[in-house]
């Protein structure tokens, strides 16, 4: 009987465990690598998709300040010259030379106020608030008593000292009228008409306190920088009539127009005529700015039965300070001899200069506006 020898076999068991141990071994290295590689791609693609928006933000806001300092270059270029570089400009950038420049007049034709139609207006528009409004009276009664009592203590103070209506011709610029509120006293700021040098003119004199217009008249053929619709001698009462309506509209709140250059104009009996005729249809009253000693304003102003203002004298025909000064001081002597006087000037650097240092000139007369001579 054979014996048959058993082999022993090995722990198939732990065998695999050695096997399994193995072929772990060199996976979790490639799954690290793999981890690390998607996390790497996802922060790189956050990271361009940051840099791509920023790089649009930017692209984007450079458009912007493009846009704008594009928009501001064109508004420079549209605005007429400031005051600031008015030493670089002509003497007259806008108002006509003529020996009536230079001329003062030291008598002043009485200003002619149609009081009755005035108190009759006032009434009527009493009567009207006391229909719509019943109870306002009530209610405000104790407000306009009080209201009354200081108009006539203004009043009274400025019966008292003669008056002076200084009138700033030629404004056209936000930083003149910024300039002409520095002054720290009254005085009446006259806009020349909108256009495309000055397309502004009319809506920054909106928020201006009494402004009034600066009409533009027909100069002398000598003088060759006449603004864009100037009114002519040869216009017809149309043609003068639909200008003055659209004045009305471009400034709704202004009474008072003053003449821009106007030597011939004023002269002319026909054309005068037909500007007074027009100007009392769409209640403006005129005040000659007396570019021509023939003016014939006071004649038309009659016959409408209008009130005619008429300057005294110019200050700063000449930008010397002294010079202004002087003439400054001439207006105050006027309006001391003769209870109120008109003096005009224009937006340069020394007429601005002058009159905010000349409080002391000023202390004996009452700097008033047009309305209030």
Same mark, same amino acid.
């Given at each position: 009987?054979?014996?048959?020898?058993?082999?022993?076999?090995?722990?198939?068991?732990?065998?695999?465990?050695?096997?399994?141990?193995?072929?772990?071994?060199?996976?979790?290295?490639?799954?690290?690598?793999?981890?690390?590689?998607?996390?790497?791609?996802?922060?790189?693609?956050?990271?361009?998709?940051?840099?791509?928006?920023?790089?649009?933000?930017?692209?984007?806001?450079?458009?912007?300040?493009?846009?704008?300092?594009?928009?501001?270059?064109?508004?420079?270029?549209?605005?007429?010259?400031?005051?600031? @570089? $008015? &030493? /670089?400009?002509?003497?007259?950038?806008? =108002?006509?030379?003529?020996? !009536?420049?230079? +001329?003062?007049?030291?008598?002043?034709?009485?200003?002619?106020? @149609? $009081? &009755? /139609?005035?108190?009759?207006?006032?009434? =009527?528009?009493?009567?009207? !608030?006391?229909? +719509?409004?019943?109870?306002?009276?009530?209610?405000?009664?104790?407000?306009?008593?009080?209201?009354?009592?200081?108009?006539?203590?203004?009043?009274?103070?400025?019966?008292?000292?003669?008056?002076?209506?200084?009138?700033?011709?030629?404004?056209?610029?936000?930083?003149?009228?910024?300039?002409?509120?520095?002054?720290?006293?009254?005085?009446?700021?006259?806009?020349?008409?909108?256009?495309?040098?000055?397309?502004?003119?009319?809506?920054?004199?909106?928020?201006?306190?009494?402004?009034?217009?600066?009409?533009?008249?027909?100069?002398?053929?000598?003088?060759?920088?006449?603004?864009?619709?100037?009114?002519?001698?040869?216009?017809?009462?149309?043609?003068?009539?639909?200008?003055?309506?659209?004045?009305?509209?471009?400034?709704?709140?202004?009474?008072?127009?003053?003449?821009?250059?106007?030597?011939?104009?004023?002269?002319?009996?026909?054309?005068?005529?037909?500007?007074?005729?027009?100007?009392?249809?769409?209640?403006?009253?005129?005040?000659?700015?007396?570019?021509?000693?023939?003016?014939?304003?006071?004649?038309?102003?009659?016959?409408?039965?209008?009130?005619?203002?008429?300057?005294?004298?110019?200050?700063?025909?000449?930008?010397?300070?002294?010079?202004?000064?002087?003439?400054?001081?001439?207006?105050?002597?006027?309006?001391?001899?003769?209870?109120?006087?008109?003096?005009?000037?224009?937006?340069?650097?020394?007429?601005?200069?002058?009159?905010?240092?000349?409080?002391?000139?000023?202390?004996?007369?009452?700097?008033?506006?047009?309305?209030?001579?």
């Amino acid at each position: 009987m054979s014996t048959k020898t058993t082999k022993k076999r090995p722990h198939t068991k732990s065998r695999n465990k050695k096997n399994i141990k193995k072929t772990k071994n060199p996976l979790i290295p490639f799954l690290f690598i793999f981890l690390f590689a998607l996390l790497a791609s996802t922060a790189s693609y956050f990271l361009l998709f940051k840099n791509s928006s920023n790089k649009n933000i930017n692209e984007a806001s450079a458009k912007i300040e493009s846009k704008i300092k594009k928009t501001q270059e064109l508004t420079k270029d549209n605005i007429i010259s400031s005051v600031k @570089n $008015d &030493d /670089k400009l002509p003497k007259y950038q806008f =108002e006509e030379i003529t020996k !009536e420049f230079n +001329v003062d007049y030291e008598t002043h034709p009485k200003v002619e106020h @149609n $009081d &009755d /139609k005035k108190e009759e207006q006032l009434k =009527e528009k009493t009567n009207i !608030e006391k229909k +719509v409004f019943p109870d306002k009276e009530i209610v405000t009664k104790t407000e306009k008593v009080y209201e009354n009592k200081q108009k006539e203590l203004e009043n009274t103070l400025l019966s008292s000292k003669p008056k002076l209506a200084i009138i700033i011709d030629d404004i056209t610029t936000s930083y003149q009228i910024k300039k002409a509120k520095e002054i720290g006293y009254t005085v009446n700021l006259a806009f020349l008409p909108p256009t495309k040098v000055h397309p502004n003119s009319a809506n920054i004199a909106q928020d201006v306190e009494n402004h009034m217009i600066h009409l533009p008249l027909e100069a002398s053929p000598n003088f060759t920088s006449q603004e864009k619709d100037v009114l002519n001698t040869r216009d017809s009462y149309e043609i003068i009539e639909k200008r003055i309506k659209h004045l009305r509209e471009l400034y709704p709140k202004v009474i008072y127009t003053n003449n821009h250059t106007g030597s011939v104009f004023t002269e002319n009996d026909n054309a005068m005529d037909n500007l007074y005729k027009a100007l009392k249809k769409y209640n403006f009253i005129f005040v000659d700015s007396r570019t021509s000693p023939n003016s014939v304003a006071k004649k038309y102003a009659e016959k409408y039965a209008m009130p005619f203002y008429v300057r005294n004298t110019f200050i700063d025909n000449n930008k010397d300070k002294t010079y202004i000064k002087n003439q400054l001081l001439k207006a105050v002597t006027l309006a001391k001899k003769n209870g109120f006087a008109i003096a005009i000037g224009h937006p340069y650097k020394e007429t601005f200069e002058v009159l905010k240092n000349s409080q002391e000139i000023l202390e004996e007369i009452q700097t008033v506006f047009v309305h209030q001579l």
